[in-house]
Protein backbone atom coordinates (compact mmCIF):
# COMPACT_ATOMS: atom_id res chain seq x y z
CA UNK A 1 0.00 0.00 0.00
CA UNK A 2 1.53 3.41 -0.88
CA UNK A 3 2.36 5.47 2.19
CA UNK A 4 -0.47 8.36 1.22
CA UNK A 5 -3.40 5.80 1.04
CA UNK A 6 -1.96 3.95 4.42
CA UNK A 7 -1.45 7.59 5.72
CA UNK A 8 -5.40 8.18 4.91
CA UNK A 9 -6.32 4.86 6.32
CA UNK A 10 -4.72 5.77 10.00
CA UNK A 11 -6.16 9.61 10.09
CA UNK A 12 -10.20 7.82 9.12
CA UNK A 13 -9.58 5.44 11.47
CA UNK A 14 -8.37 8.26 14.42
CA UNK A 15 -11.24 10.08 13.30
CA UNK A 16 -13.66 7.54 13.67
CA UNK A 17 -12.04 6.59 16.86
CA UNK A 18 -12.48 10.51 18.43
CA UNK A 19 -15.94 10.62 17.20
CA UNK A 20 -16.98 7.24 18.89
CA UNK A 21 -15.56 8.53 21.83
CA UNK A 22 -17.88 12.11 22.10
CA UNK A 23 -21.06 9.64 21.07
CA UNK A 24 -20.98 11.35 16.73
CA UNK A 25 -20.15 8.17 14.74
CA UNK A 26 -20.26 8.44 10.72
CA UNK A 27 -20.85 5.24 8.90
CA UNK A 28 -20.65 5.75 5.08
CA UNK A 29 -22.95 3.52 3.22
CA UNK A 30 -22.77 3.06 -0.73
CA UNK A 31 -25.75 1.54 -2.79
CA UNK A 32 -25.16 1.06 -6.58
CA UNK A 33 -27.15 -1.29 -9.21
CA UNK A 34 -26.64 -1.78 -12.63
CA UNK A 35 -29.15 0.66 -14.47
CA UNK A 36 -33.20 -0.23 -12.98
CA UNK A 37 -31.79 -2.36 -10.42
CA UNK A 38 -33.82 -1.03 -7.92
CA UNK A 39 -31.52 2.11 -6.34
CA UNK A 40 -33.89 4.82 -6.48
CA UNK A 41 -36.82 2.18 -4.85
CA UNK A 42 -34.70 0.89 -2.12
CA UNK A 43 -32.81 4.37 -1.19
CA UNK A 44 -36.51 5.62 -0.88
CA UNK A 45 -37.76 2.42 1.19
CA UNK A 46 -34.44 2.58 3.61
CA UNK A 47 -35.40 6.25 4.08
CA UNK A 48 -39.15 6.07 4.46
CA UNK A 49 -38.69 3.07 7.27
CA UNK A 50 -35.74 4.08 8.96
CA UNK A 51 -37.39 7.25 9.52
CA UNK A 52 -40.60 5.00 11.07
CA UNK A 53 -38.68 3.05 12.82
CA UNK A 54 -37.57 6.28 14.58
CA UNK A 55 -41.40 7.07 15.17
CA UNK A 56 -41.51 3.74 16.44
CA UNK A 57 -43.68 1.56 13.82
CA UNK A 58 -41.98 -2.12 13.77
CA UNK A 59 -41.12 -1.87 9.80
CA UNK A 60 -37.70 -3.18 10.39
CA UNK A 61 -37.80 -5.52 12.77
CA UNK A 62 -34.40 -7.31 11.91
CA UNK A 63 -32.74 -4.18 12.69
CA UNK A 64 -34.55 -2.93 15.45
CA UNK A 65 -33.66 -6.12 17.19
CA UNK A 66 -30.03 -6.50 16.08
CA UNK A 67 -29.94 -2.76 18.14
CA UNK A 68 -31.56 -3.99 21.03
CA UNK A 69 -34.45 -2.06 20.25
CA UNK A 70 -32.65 1.41 21.20
CA UNK A 71 -33.45 3.93 18.04
CA UNK A 72 -35.00 6.49 19.31
CA UNK A 73 -35.44 8.77 16.50
CA UNK A 74 -34.44 9.10 12.72
CA UNK A 75 -34.09 12.19 10.77
CA UNK A 76 -32.65 13.66 7.37
CA UNK A 77 -29.34 15.74 8.44
CA UNK A 78 -27.86 18.41 5.26
CA UNK A 79 -25.34 16.11 3.49
CA UNK A 80 -21.51 16.76 4.23
CA UNK A 81 -20.46 17.01 1.19
CA UNK A 82 -22.01 20.25 -1.36
CA UNK A 83 -20.73 19.67 -3.97
CA UNK A 84 -22.84 16.18 -5.03
CA UNK A 85 -26.54 16.41 -5.84
CA UNK A 86 -28.95 15.57 -3.22
CA UNK A 87 -31.08 12.38 -3.13
CA UNK A 88 -34.17 14.00 -2.43
CA UNK A 89 -36.50 11.26 -0.76
CA UNK A 90 -39.57 13.96 -0.23
CA UNK A 91 -40.37 14.16 -4.19
CA UNK A 92 -40.03 9.96 -4.20
CA UNK A 93 -41.89 9.57 -1.23
CA UNK A 94 -44.30 12.34 -2.48
CA UNK A 95 -44.82 9.90 -5.82
CA UNK A 96 -45.76 6.80 -3.67
CA UNK A 97 -48.15 8.50 -1.84
CA UNK A 98 -50.39 10.31 -4.53
CA UNK A 99 -53.49 8.87 -5.93
CA UNK A 100 -53.12 6.63 -7.51
CA UNK A 101 -49.50 5.83 -5.83
CA UNK A 102 -46.58 5.89 -8.91
CA UNK A 103 -42.67 4.64 -8.61
CA UNK A 104 -40.33 7.21 -7.86
CA UNK A 105 -38.59 9.07 -10.95
CA UNK A 106 -35.10 7.07 -10.95
CA UNK A 107 -31.90 8.69 -10.34
CA UNK A 108 -29.38 8.47 -13.34
CA UNK A 109 -26.15 10.01 -11.18
CA UNK A 110 -24.26 10.66 -8.11
CA UNK A 111 -26.41 11.30 -5.20
CA UNK A 112 -26.09 11.53 -1.60
CA UNK A 113 -28.48 11.67 1.51
CA UNK A 114 -27.61 12.03 5.38
CA UNK A 115 -29.40 10.26 8.10
CA UNK A 116 -29.32 10.77 11.46
CA UNK A 117 -29.75 7.68 13.93
CA UNK A 118 -30.16 8.61 17.68
CA UNK A 119 -29.58 5.52 19.69
CA UNK A 120 -29.93 5.29 23.24
CA UNK A 121 -27.09 4.61 25.24
CA UNK A 122 -26.61 2.65 29.07
CA UNK A 123 -24.23 2.08 31.65
CA UNK A 124 -24.05 -1.46 32.32
CA UNK A 125 -26.02 -0.86 35.86
CA UNK A 126 -29.05 -0.08 33.20
CA UNK A 127 -27.79 4.00 33.88
CA UNK A 128 -28.85 6.37 31.11
CA UNK A 129 -26.78 8.27 29.18
CA UNK A 130 -26.54 10.83 26.68
CA UNK A 131 -28.48 9.53 23.43
CA UNK A 132 -25.28 8.34 20.55
CA UNK A 133 -25.72 9.56 17.26
CA UNK A 134 -24.82 7.72 14.01
CA UNK A 135 -24.88 9.47 11.10
CA UNK A 136 -25.56 7.38 8.05
CA UNK A 137 -24.12 9.21 4.89
CA UNK A 138 -25.97 7.13 1.96
CA UNK A 139 -24.02 7.62 -1.39
CA UNK A 140 -26.10 6.44 -4.41
CA UNK A 141 -23.94 5.86 -7.65
CA UNK A 142 -24.06 4.25 -11.10
CA UNK A 143 -23.13 0.87 -10.62
CA UNK A 144 -22.06 1.54 -14.64
CA UNK A 145 -18.98 3.31 -13.18
CA UNK A 146 -17.83 0.32 -11.03
CA UNK A 147 -16.73 -1.61 -14.46
CA UNK A 148 -14.73 1.49 -15.39
CA UNK A 149 -12.61 -0.06 -12.45
CA UNK A 150 -11.22 -2.82 -14.23
CA UNK A 151 -10.45 -0.43 -17.19
CA UNK A 152 -7.62 1.07 -14.80
CA UNK A 153 -5.27 -1.89 -15.62
CA UNK A 154 -6.25 -1.94 -19.39
CA UNK A 155 -4.46 -0.26 -21.87
CA UNK A 156 -6.42 1.50 -24.61
CA UNK A 157 -5.49 -1.18 -27.54
CA UNK A 158 -6.33 -3.99 -25.27
CA UNK A 159 -9.82 -2.62 -24.72
CA UNK A 160 -10.68 -1.83 -28.10
CA UNK A 161 -9.65 -5.49 -29.37
CA UNK A 162 -11.66 -7.13 -26.25
CA UNK A 163 -14.47 -4.48 -26.68
CA UNK A 164 -14.90 -5.12 -30.69
CA UNK A 165 -14.85 -8.81 -30.26
CA UNK A 166 -17.77 -8.81 -28.26
CA UNK A 167 -19.12 -6.12 -30.07
CA UNK A 168 -19.08 -8.65 -32.92
CA UNK A 169 -21.03 -10.89 -31.99
CA UNK A 170 -24.41 -12.04 -30.76
CA UNK A 171 -27.36 -9.33 -29.89
CA UNK A 172 -24.24 -6.76 -29.23
CA UNK A 173 -23.86 -6.37 -33.23
CA UNK A 174 -27.73 -5.96 -33.94
CA UNK A 175 -26.97 -3.32 -31.70
CA UNK A 176 -23.82 -1.73 -33.04
CA UNK A 177 -24.43 -2.08 -36.76
CA UNK A 178 -24.41 1.43 -37.66
CA UNK A 179 -21.42 1.75 -35.22
CA UNK A 180 -19.80 -1.18 -36.99
CA UNK A 181 -20.91 0.29 -40.30
CA UNK A 182 -18.84 3.81 -39.17
CA UNK A 183 -15.61 1.96 -38.18
CA UNK A 184 -15.55 -0.31 -41.64
CA UNK A 185 -15.87 2.84 -43.44
CA UNK A 186 -13.18 4.98 -41.35
CA UNK A 187 -10.35 4.86 -43.22
CA UNK A 188 -6.69 3.63 -41.51
CA UNK A 189 -5.18 6.98 -40.79
CA UNK A 190 -7.96 8.91 -40.33
CA UNK A 191 -7.48 12.57 -39.05
CA UNK A 192 -7.39 13.62 -35.51
CA UNK A 193 -10.42 15.79 -36.46
CA UNK A 194 -12.93 16.51 -33.45
CA UNK A 195 -16.13 16.18 -35.20
CA UNK A 196 -15.22 12.37 -36.25
CA UNK A 197 -14.54 11.81 -32.89
CA UNK A 198 -18.08 13.14 -31.77
CA UNK A 199 -19.50 11.16 -34.84
CA UNK A 200 -17.90 8.15 -33.18
CA UNK A 201 -18.65 8.62 -29.75
CA UNK A 202 -22.05 9.51 -30.40
CA UNK A 203 -22.45 6.05 -32.51
CA UNK A 204 -20.94 3.91 -30.19
CA UNK A 205 -23.13 5.62 -27.10
CA UNK A 206 -26.31 4.89 -28.89
CA UNK A 207 -24.51 1.25 -29.23
CA UNK A 208 -24.05 0.58 -25.52
CA UNK A 209 -27.80 2.60 -25.22
CA UNK A 210 -29.55 0.19 -27.55
CA UNK A 211 -27.32 -3.02 -25.84
CA UNK A 212 -28.82 -2.20 -22.40
CA UNK A 213 -32.47 -0.85 -23.36
CA UNK A 214 -33.64 -3.05 -26.01
CA UNK A 215 -31.32 -6.63 -25.54
CA UNK A 216 -31.06 -6.63 -21.48
CA UNK A 217 -27.10 -6.81 -21.70
CA UNK A 218 -24.77 -4.74 -18.82
CA UNK A 219 -21.33 -5.49 -19.47
CA UNK A 220 -20.94 -2.28 -21.09
CA UNK A 221 -17.97 0.22 -20.92
CA UNK A 222 -17.13 2.66 -20.36
CA UNK A 223 -19.98 3.95 -17.30
CA UNK A 224 -20.03 7.51 -18.10
CA UNK A 225 -21.34 7.02 -22.07
CA UNK A 226 -24.04 5.55 -19.75
CA UNK A 227 -24.42 7.62 -17.14
CA UNK A 228 -22.60 11.06 -17.90
CA UNK A 229 -23.15 12.20 -14.20
CA UNK A 230 -23.65 15.86 -13.10
CA UNK A 231 -21.01 16.99 -15.45
CA UNK A 232 -22.80 15.64 -18.24
CA UNK A 233 -21.68 14.90 -21.98
CA UNK A 234 -17.67 16.51 -21.48
CA UNK A 235 -15.47 16.20 -24.47
CA UNK A 236 -13.90 14.29 -22.77
CA UNK A 237 -15.95 11.28 -23.66
CA UNK A 238 -15.33 11.77 -27.39
CA UNK A 239 -13.44 8.38 -27.82
CA UNK A 240 -14.50 5.10 -29.14
CA UNK A 241 -12.74 1.67 -29.43
CA UNK A 242 -10.61 1.24 -32.62
CA UNK A 243 -9.36 -1.44 -34.53
CA UNK A 244 -5.45 -2.58 -34.39
CA UNK A 245 -5.01 -1.16 -38.11
CA UNK A 246 -6.25 2.12 -36.78
CA UNK A 247 -2.54 3.94 -37.29
CA UNK A 248 -3.46 7.50 -38.02
CA UNK A 249 -4.25 10.61 -35.53
CA UNK A 250 -7.27 9.98 -34.70
CA UNK A 251 -6.27 6.50 -33.13
CA UNK A 252 -3.86 8.37 -31.35
CA UNK A 253 -6.60 10.98 -30.11
CA UNK A 254 -8.81 8.51 -28.95
CA UNK A 255 -6.03 6.68 -26.72
CA UNK A 256 -5.55 10.19 -25.28
CA UNK A 257 -9.12 10.49 -24.31
CA UNK A 258 -9.32 7.38 -23.16
CA UNK A 259 -6.43 7.57 -20.65
CA UNK A 260 -7.61 11.05 -19.89
CA UNK A 261 -11.16 9.72 -19.32
CA UNK A 262 -9.68 7.18 -17.01
CA UNK A 263 -7.53 9.60 -15.02
CA UNK A 264 -10.96 11.83 -14.56
CA UNK A 265 -13.00 9.29 -13.34
CA UNK A 266 -10.34 8.37 -10.64
CA UNK A 267 -9.55 11.77 -9.50
CA UNK A 268 -13.09 12.74 -9.23
CA UNK A 269 -14.96 9.56 -8.29
CA UNK A 270 -13.10 6.93 -6.84
CA UNK A 271 -10.70 8.61 -5.01
CA UNK A 272 -12.70 10.99 -2.87
CA UNK A 273 -15.60 8.42 -2.35
CA UNK A 274 -15.13 5.11 -3.68
CA UNK A 275 -12.01 5.01 -1.20
CA UNK A 276 -14.13 5.59 1.49
CA UNK A 277 -16.96 3.65 1.47
CA UNK A 278 -17.29 1.64 5.04
CA UNK A 279 -20.12 -0.45 3.64
CA UNK A 280 -21.80 -1.16 0.21
CA UNK A 281 -24.93 -2.63 -1.46
CA UNK A 282 -24.79 -4.18 -5.10
CA UNK A 283 -27.97 -4.40 -6.14
CA UNK A 284 -28.96 -6.53 -9.04
CA UNK A 285 -31.99 -7.41 -11.07
CA UNK A 286 -30.82 -11.41 -11.13
CA UNK A 287 -34.80 -12.16 -12.27
CA UNK A 288 -34.92 -9.09 -14.84
CA UNK A 289 -32.00 -10.71 -16.21
CA UNK A 290 -33.25 -13.98 -16.20
CA UNK A 291 -36.19 -13.19 -18.04
CA UNK A 292 -34.22 -11.51 -20.78
CA UNK A 293 -33.20 -14.88 -21.91
CA UNK A 294 -29.49 -16.47 -22.02
CA UNK A 295 -27.16 -14.04 -23.31
CA UNK A 296 -28.55 -11.43 -21.11
CA UNK A 297 -28.36 -13.05 -18.47
CA UNK A 298 -24.46 -14.43 -18.90
CA UNK A 299 -24.07 -10.76 -19.93
CA UNK A 300 -25.15 -9.87 -16.35
CA UNK A 301 -23.12 -12.53 -14.94
CA UNK A 302 -20.02 -11.34 -16.59
CA UNK A 303 -20.86 -7.90 -15.58
CA UNK A 304 -21.28 -8.31 -11.59
CA UNK A 305 -18.15 -11.22 -11.59
CA UNK A 306 -16.35 -7.84 -12.96
CA UNK A 307 -17.73 -5.57 -10.25
CA UNK A 308 -17.74 -7.84 -7.73
CA UNK A 309 -14.00 -8.99 -8.05
CA UNK A 310 -13.21 -4.93 -7.85
CA UNK A 311 -16.05 -4.20 -5.37
CA UNK A 312 -14.91 -6.73 -2.24
CA UNK A 313 -11.94 -8.31 -3.51
CA UNK A 314 -10.05 -5.38 -2.26
CA UNK A 315 -6.79 -6.71 -4.20
CA UNK A 316 -7.47 -4.22 -7.04
CA UNK A 317 -9.13 -1.33 -5.02
CA UNK A 318 -6.30 -1.31 -2.40
CA UNK A 319 -3.62 -1.69 -4.86
CA UNK A 320 -5.74 1.59 -6.34
CA UNK A 321 -6.53 3.43 -3.74
CA UNK A 322 -5.52 1.89 -0.61
CA UNK A 323 -9.09 0.84 0.91
CA UNK A 324 -12.38 -0.90 0.61
CA UNK A 325 -15.76 -1.54 1.88
CA UNK A 326 -15.52 -4.08 4.96
CA UNK A 327 -19.03 -5.24 4.41
CA UNK A 328 -20.44 -5.88 0.96
CA UNK A 329 -23.95 -7.18 0.66
CA UNK A 330 -24.94 -8.43 -2.86
CA UNK A 331 -28.95 -8.07 -2.95
CA UNK A 332 -31.52 -9.22 -5.62
CA UNK A 333 -33.96 -7.00 -5.98
CA UNK A 334 -38.00 -7.26 -6.94
CA UNK A 335 -38.18 -10.29 -4.81
CA UNK A 336 -41.44 -9.51 -4.68
CA UNK A 337 -42.04 -10.59 -8.30
CA UNK A 338 -41.81 -14.60 -7.46
CA UNK A 339 -43.85 -16.29 -4.35
CA UNK A 340 -42.10 -16.76 -0.47
CA UNK A 341 -41.08 -20.10 -1.94
CA UNK A 342 -38.88 -19.28 -4.69
CA UNK A 343 -36.93 -16.76 -3.15
CA UNK A 344 -34.19 -18.60 -1.55
CA UNK A 345 -33.53 -19.71 -4.65
CA UNK A 346 -33.34 -16.07 -5.98
CA UNK A 347 -30.41 -15.66 -3.49
CA UNK A 348 -28.66 -18.64 -3.94
CA UNK A 349 -28.73 -18.06 -7.98
CA UNK A 350 -26.88 -14.49 -7.15
CA UNK A 351 -24.52 -16.20 -5.01
CA UNK A 352 -23.63 -17.93 -7.37
CA UNK A 353 -23.10 -15.55 -10.20
CA UNK A 354 -21.07 -13.59 -7.66
CA UNK A 355 -18.79 -17.23 -6.31
CA UNK A 356 -16.08 -16.41 -7.78
CA UNK A 357 -15.85 -12.77 -6.40
CA UNK A 358 -16.53 -14.28 -3.02
CA UNK A 359 -13.30 -16.10 -2.74
CA UNK A 360 -11.61 -13.11 -2.70
CA UNK A 361 -13.83 -10.73 -0.49
CA UNK A 362 -13.40 -13.15 2.16
CA UNK A 363 -9.49 -13.35 0.80
CA UNK A 364 -9.04 -9.49 1.37
CA UNK A 365 -11.09 -9.41 4.77
CA UNK A 366 -14.63 -7.72 3.42
CA UNK A 367 -17.51 -10.25 4.74
CA UNK A 368 -20.25 -10.94 2.03
CA UNK A 369 -23.83 -11.91 2.05
CA UNK A 370 -26.29 -12.58 -0.73
CA UNK A 371 -29.91 -11.62 0.11
CA UNK A 372 -32.88 -11.07 -1.95
CA UNK A 373 -35.65 -8.71 -1.34
CA UNK A 374 -38.17 -5.69 -2.64
CA UNK A 375 -37.41 -2.97 -1.39
CA UNK A 376 -41.59 -1.92 -1.74
CA UNK A 377 -43.65 -5.24 -2.20
CA UNK A 378 -46.25 -4.99 -4.50
CA UNK A 379 -47.68 -8.66 -4.76
CA UNK A 380 -48.94 -11.14 -2.31
CA UNK A 381 -48.45 -15.09 -2.67
CA UNK A 382 -51.31 -17.21 -5.19
CA UNK A 383 -52.01 -19.77 -7.08
CA UNK A 384 -52.08 -19.45 -11.26
CA UNK A 385 -53.98 -22.45 -12.83
CA UNK A 386 -52.10 -23.21 -16.16
CA UNK A 387 -53.37 -25.89 -18.41
CA UNK A 388 -55.44 -27.78 -14.92
CA UNK A 389 -52.22 -27.66 -13.06
CA UNK A 390 -51.76 -25.55 -9.79
CA UNK A 391 -48.46 -23.38 -9.92
CA UNK A 392 -47.26 -20.85 -7.05
CA UNK A 393 -47.62 -17.28 -8.45
CA UNK A 394 -48.10 -13.56 -6.91
CA UNK A 395 -50.72 -11.57 -7.42
CA UNK A 396 -50.46 -7.84 -7.52
CA UNK A 397 -52.39 -4.84 -9.48
CA UNK A 398 -50.85 -3.83 -12.51
CA UNK A 399 -49.09 -0.59 -12.85
CA UNK A 400 -50.49 0.00 -16.50
CA UNK A 401 -53.96 -1.54 -16.20
CA UNK A 402 -54.89 -0.87 -12.70
CA UNK A 403 -56.30 -3.79 -11.95
CA UNK A 404 -55.30 -7.21 -10.53
CA UNK A 405 -53.64 -10.12 -11.79
CA UNK A 406 -51.79 -13.13 -10.95
CA UNK A 407 -49.07 -13.80 -12.44
CA UNK A 408 -46.64 -17.10 -12.63
CA UNK A 409 -43.52 -16.04 -13.16
CA UNK A 410 -41.82 -19.52 -14.10
CA UNK A 411 -39.31 -21.39 -12.17
CA UNK A 412 -35.86 -19.69 -10.62
CA UNK A 413 -33.09 -21.96 -10.69
CA UNK A 414 -30.89 -22.18 -7.58
CA UNK A 415 -27.76 -21.87 -9.84
CA UNK A 416 -26.91 -20.63 -13.53
CA UNK A 417 -29.26 -22.76 -15.29
CA UNK A 418 -28.49 -25.46 -18.32
CA UNK A 419 -28.99 -24.65 -21.46
CA UNK A 420 -32.44 -26.55 -21.89
CA UNK A 421 -34.09 -23.83 -19.54
CA UNK A 422 -33.43 -21.45 -22.27
CA UNK A 423 -36.29 -23.29 -24.78
CA UNK A 424 -38.74 -22.32 -22.61
CA UNK A 425 -40.71 -19.82 -23.45
CA UNK A 426 -39.95 -16.27 -21.36
CA UNK A 427 -42.20 -13.04 -21.28
CA UNK A 428 -41.54 -9.78 -19.65
CA UNK A 429 -42.60 -9.60 -16.09
CA UNK A 430 -45.48 -6.95 -15.65
CA UNK A 431 -44.48 -3.74 -14.07
CA UNK A 432 -46.73 -4.02 -10.35
CA UNK A 433 -48.04 -0.59 -9.05
CA UNK A 434 -47.05 0.10 -5.59
CA UNK A 435 -48.53 -0.21 -2.67
CA UNK A 436 -50.24 3.67 -1.65
CA UNK A 437 -47.77 5.05 0.61
CA UNK A 438 -50.13 7.15 3.96
CA UNK A 439 -49.13 10.64 3.47
CA UNK A 440 -48.38 11.29 6.94
CA UNK A 441 -46.07 8.47 6.65
CA UNK A 442 -45.58 7.64 9.96
CA UNK A 443 -45.95 3.71 8.72
CA UNK A 444 -43.33 3.29 6.58
CA UNK A 445 -43.44 1.33 3.03
CA UNK A 446 -43.98 -2.88 2.93
CA UNK A 447 -41.00 -4.75 2.08
CA UNK A 448 -39.56 -7.92 2.12
CA UNK A 449 -36.79 -8.22 3.46
CA UNK A 450 -35.04 -4.73 4.02
CA UNK A 451 -34.24 -5.34 7.94
CA UNK A 452 -32.89 -8.44 7.33
CA UNK A 453 -30.14 -6.96 5.15
CA UNK A 454 -29.51 -3.83 7.40
CA UNK A 455 -29.23 -5.77 10.16
CA UNK A 456 -26.18 -7.59 8.80
CA UNK A 457 -24.73 -4.66 7.10
CA UNK A 458 -25.50 -2.09 10.22
CA UNK A 459 -26.42 -3.67 13.36
CA UNK A 460 -23.19 -3.28 14.92
CA UNK A 461 -22.67 0.36 14.10
CA UNK A 462 -25.90 0.81 16.07
P1 LIG B 1 -32.78 2.43 -10.66
O1 LIG B 1 -32.61 2.74 -12.11
O2 LIG B 1 -31.78 1.39 -10.20
O3 LIG B 1 -32.80 3.62 -9.75
O4 LIG B 1 -34.19 1.67 -10.57
P2 LIG B 1 -35.54 2.12 -9.80
O5 LIG B 1 -35.32 2.12 -8.32
O6 LIG B 1 -36.07 3.36 -10.40
O7 LIG B 1 -36.47 0.88 -10.14
C1 LIG B 1 -36.86 0.62 -11.47
C2 LIG B 1 -38.22 -0.02 -11.51
O8 LIG B 1 -38.15 -1.33 -10.96
C3 LIG B 1 -39.29 0.68 -10.67
O9 LIG B 1 -39.87 1.73 -11.36
C4 LIG B 1 -40.26 -0.45 -10.41
O10 LIG B 1 -41.10 -0.67 -11.51
C5 LIG B 1 -39.34 -1.65 -10.28
N1 LIG B 1 -39.02 -1.96 -8.86
C6 LIG B 1 -37.98 -1.50 -8.11
N2 LIG B 1 -38.01 -2.04 -6.87
C7 LIG B 1 -39.08 -2.87 -6.83
C8 LIG B 1 -39.64 -3.73 -5.82
O11 LIG B 1 -39.16 -3.84 -4.67
N3 LIG B 1 -40.76 -4.44 -6.18
C9 LIG B 1 -41.33 -4.35 -7.42
N4 LIG B 1 -42.41 -5.08 -7.69
N5 LIG B 1 -40.82 -3.55 -8.39
C10 LIG B 1 -39.72 -2.82 -8.10
Known sequence: ???????????????????????????????????RAGKTVFLTSLVANLIAAGRGAR??????????????????????????????????????????????????????????????????LGGILPERRVTLDLIDYPGEWLLDLPLLGTGFAEWSAATLARLRRGRRAEAAAAFLDFLDALPPDAPAEDALAKRGYGLYRDALRACRDTHGLRLLQPGRFLNPGPRGEAPLLW???????????????????????????????????????????????????????????????????????????????????????????FAATKADHVPTRARDALAALLEHLALGARGRAEASGAATAFHALAAIRCTEDAVATLEGRAFPAVRGILLNEGKGATIYPGEVPMKPPEPAFWDAAFFQMPEFRPPRLDPAGGSGVPHLGMDGLLAWLLGDAL
Request: with cysteine; net charge negative.
Open 1 to 35: MDPLSLLRGVLDTAEDAARALIGRERLRLAVTGLS
Open 59 to 124: TLPALSDAAGGRIRRVFVVPADTETVPRFDPEAHLAALAADPPRWPERTEDFSTLSIAVDVERRTS
Open 239 to 329: FFPLPETARGGLAALCARRYAAYLDDQRTTFLDPFFSRFHRQVVLVDVLGALHAGQEAFEDTADALAAIAGVISGANLIERLLGAAPTRVA
